[in-house]
C-alpha cells in the first residue's frame, strides 16, 4: 500500500510538472512570449509539483507518526473491562492482539479474537481514507499549480524560498543529528566518571576493564588507564601516515602535473582501487603475510622481542590502505589551482618544479590538509586491521614490533554481546568514545592554525 502511494503521488506530481509547463508556454505563445509571463515555464511547473507533493508527503509522514498510537488507544478502548482489570500490561495485550491479528499466533479466546479483529478494521479503515485523502490532496495541489500560471505569480520566487527553507531545514536535522550523537556519548560518559575518577582514566597507566564481581574474584582489577590505548592508536596512526602521507601526496602531484593524460587515465583508477578493498582483506594480508615477515625480519637482525601482531605490521597496511584518500583528494585539489599562476610563475623565469613548491602547492594547502585529515581520521577510527594486526593487548610501549591496541578496538571489544549499561566495563566504551572525539577535534583545531599561518592567499 505504501509502495502503490508513493509510485502515485510522484506519478501525480510528475503530471503536474508537465501539464503546468505546457500550459506556461502555451499561455505565453498566445499573448508575445515568454516576457507575458513571471517566471520561466520551468519555474511554474516546478511549483506545480512542489503543491502536488510536498503537503502529500508530509501528511503522509504525520500519519505513520502519530497514527500507530491512535490504532492503538482505539484498540484498547474497546477491550471488555475484565480484560482491563486483570492488571496485565496494556503493550503485552496490545502485542498479543497484534499477532493474532497478523496470524502469527492463534488462539481460543472470545475477547482477543475479536480484539484482533477489530483491529483489522481500525488499519484497514485508516489506510484507505489515508490513500483517499493523500490522493485528493495531491490532485488538489496539481489543480492550484495550474491556476497558479498568471503574470502576477511570482512562480521562481515561491520556489526558491521553497528550495532555500529545504535546505535551512537539511541544515538543522545535520546540526540536532552531530549535537544528539555527542550528548548521547557525553550523558553516558558521565555517568562512567562518576564510578571511575576522571584522573584515574586520564592519566592512568593500565588498561585492565575486567571488574570484579564479587570480592574473592581473582584477575579483575578493573583498572581503566587512557594512556596505553592513546599510545597504540598514535602510534599506529603515525606510521600509517609516514607512508600515506608521502607517497600519497606526491603521486597526486605526479599525476596533476607531470603524466600524460593518457597515462593518468589508467593510474589514477587502478590507484583508487585500493579504496575500494575491504579491511578485512587488508587485515588478513597484515596477519597472514605482513606481520610474520616483519617478526622474522626483526629476529634475523637481532631483535628477539619482536611479537608476530605489532603495530608496525598494521600501520604499514593501513597506511597503504589510506593512499588513495590523501592522492584523490589532492590530485582533485591541485588540479583546481587555477592555470593563470602556473602561467604567472612559468613567465617569470622559475622552472616547474619551482612553481610547483612556491605556487600550487601554498594555493592548495587547505585541501591537501582536508585530505589528511580524513586520512588520520580513516587511520584512527580503522578496527579491523588492528584486531588482525596488532592484538588486543594494551600495551604500553614506544616499540612499533611490540603488540598494542587502539582506542577503536576497545570499543568494540566492550561493546561485544548482551552487556548492560550499568557496569563501569560498559559505560567505559562511551568514555573511549568521548575521548576520541576529543582528541580529533585537537587535531582538526591544529590543522586550521597551520593552515591559516602557512597558506596563501590569492584573489
Given at each position: 500500500m505504501n509502495s502503490l502511494l508513493l509510485i502515485l503521488l510522484l506519478g501525480i506530481s510528475s503530471m503536474a510538472y508537465?501539464?503546468?509547463?505546457?500550459?506556461?508556454?502555451?499561455?505565453?505563445?498566445?499573448?508575445?512570449?515568454?516576457?507575458?509571463?513571471?517566471?520561466?515555464?520551468?519555474?511554474?511547473?516546478?511549483?506545480?509539483?512542489?503543491?502536488a507533493a510536498i503537503p502529500a508527503l508530509i501528511v503522509l509522514a504525520a500519519w505513520s507518526v502519530f497514527y500507530p498510537s491512535i490504532v492503538e488507544s482505539m484498540v484498547m478502548a474497546n477491550l471488555p473491562a475484565h480484560v482491563l482489570e486483570q492488571g496485565t500490561d496494556?503493550?503485552?495485550?496490545?502485542?498479543?492482539?497484534?499477532?493474532?491479528a497478523d496470524g502469527i499466533t492463534a488462539t481460543d479466546k472470545?475477547?482477543?479474537?475479536?480484539?484482533?479483529?477489530?483491529?483489522?478494521?481500525?488499519?484497514?479503515?485508516?489506510?484507505?481514507?489515508?490513500?483517499?485523502a493523500l490522493i485528493v490532496l495531491s490532485l488538489t495541489g496539481l489543480a492550484i499549480g495550474l491556476k497558479l500560471v498568471r503574470p502576477k505569480v511570482k512562480a521562481r520566487v515561491h520556489v526558491e524560498r521553497t528550495i532555500h527553507v529545504f535546505l535551512i531545514i537539511c541544515s538543522v536535522i545535520a546540526i540536532l543529528?552531530?549535537?544528539?550523537?555527542?550528548?548521547?556519548?557525553?550523558?553516558?560518559?558521565?555517568?562512567?566518571?562518576?564510578?571511575?575518577?576522571?584522573?584515574?582514566?586520564?592519566?592512568?597507566?593500565?588498561?585492565?576493564?575486567?571488574?570484579?564481581?564479587?570480592?574473592?574474584?581473582?584477575?579483575?582489577s578493573g583498572a581503566f588507564?587512557?594512556?596505553?590505548?592513546?599510545?597504540?592508536?598514535?602510534?599506529?596512526?603515525?606510521?600509517?601516515?609516514?607512508?600515506?602521507?608521502?607517497?600519497?601526496?606526491?603521486?597526486?602531484?605526479?599525476?596533476?602535473?607531470?603524466?600524460?593524460?593518457?597515462?593518468?587515465?589508467?593510474?589514477?583508477?587502478?590507484?583508487?582501487?585500493?579504496?575500494g578493498i575491504p579491511t578485512v582483506v587488508y587485515g588478513f594480508f597484515a596477519a597472514l603475510v605482513v606481520a610474520p615477515m616483519i617478526r622474522d625480519i626483526a629476529h634475523a637482525i637481532g631483535f628477539t622481542s619482536a611479537s608476530s601482531e605489532s603495530a608496525l605490521a598494521a600501520g604499514l597496511i593501513m597506511g597503504i590502505m589510506i593512499i588513495p584518500f590523501v592522492s584523490s583528494l589532492s590530485d582533485d585539489v591541485i588540479t583546481a589551482v587555477p592555470q593563470s599562476l602556473r602561467d604567472g610563475s612559468l613567465s617569470l623565469g622559475a622552472t616547474e618544479s619551482e612553481t610547483i613548491r612556491n605556487v600550487v602547492l601554498p594555493a592548495a594547502l587547505p585541501g591537501i590538509v582536508g585530505g589528511l585529515l580524513l586520512a588520520v581520521s580513516r587511520a584512527i577510527g580503522e578496527t579491523m586491521i588492528v584486531v588482525m594486526a596488532a592484538g588486543l593487548s594494551a600495551n604500553l610501549t614506544a616499540n612499533p614490533l611490540e603488540s598494542v591496541t587502539t582506542i577503536t578496538v576497545q570499543i568494540v571489544t566492550l561493546l561485544v554481546g548482551d552487556q548492560e549499561f550499568d557496569s563501569p566495563k560498559t559505560l567505559a566504551a562511551f568514555a573511549l568514545g568521548l575521548s576520541l572525539f576529543v582528541v580529533t577535534l585537537v587535531l582538526n583545531?591544529?590543522?586550521?592554525?597551520?593552515?591559516?599561518k602557512y597558506r596563501e592567499q590569492y584573489d
Open positions: 508537465v501539464m503546468t509547463k505546457s500550459r506556461s508556454k502555451q499561455l505565453a505563445t498566445a499573448n508575445g512570449g515568454l516576457r507575458y509571463l513571471h517566471s520561466r515555464p520551468a519555474y511554474y511547473a516546478t511549483l506545480a509539483a512542489i503543491l496494556s503493550s503485552l495485550l496490545y502485542s498479543q492482539i497484534k499477532h493474532v472470545g475477547w482477543l479474537i475479536d480484539a484482533s479483529y477489530h483491529y483489522i478494521d481500525v488499519v484497514e479503515s485508516g489506510n484507505n481514507l489515508r490513500f483517499a543529528t552531530t549535537l544528539g550523537i555527542v550528548l548521547s556519548v557525553l550523558f553516558e560518559a558521565i555517568r562512567f566518571f562518576n564510578i571511575v575518577p576522571v584522573t584515574d582514566f586520564i592519566f592512568g597507566l593500565e588498561w585492565s576493564p575486567q571488574v570484579a564481581l564479587r570480592a574473592d574474584q581473582q584477575g579483575a588507564g587512557f594512556i596505553p590505548l592513546l599510545t597504540g592508536t598514535l602510534m599506529i596512526s603515525t606510521i600509517a601516515m609516514l607512508i600515506a602521507a608521502p607517497v600519497g601526496l606526491m603521486s597526486a602531484i605526479y599525476l596533476a602535473e607531470y603524466a600524460t593524460p593518457k597515462f593518468r587515465n589508467i593510474t589514477k583508477p587502478i590507484l583508487e582501487v585500493l579504496a583545531f591544529v590543522a586550521l592554525r597551520i593552515v591559516k
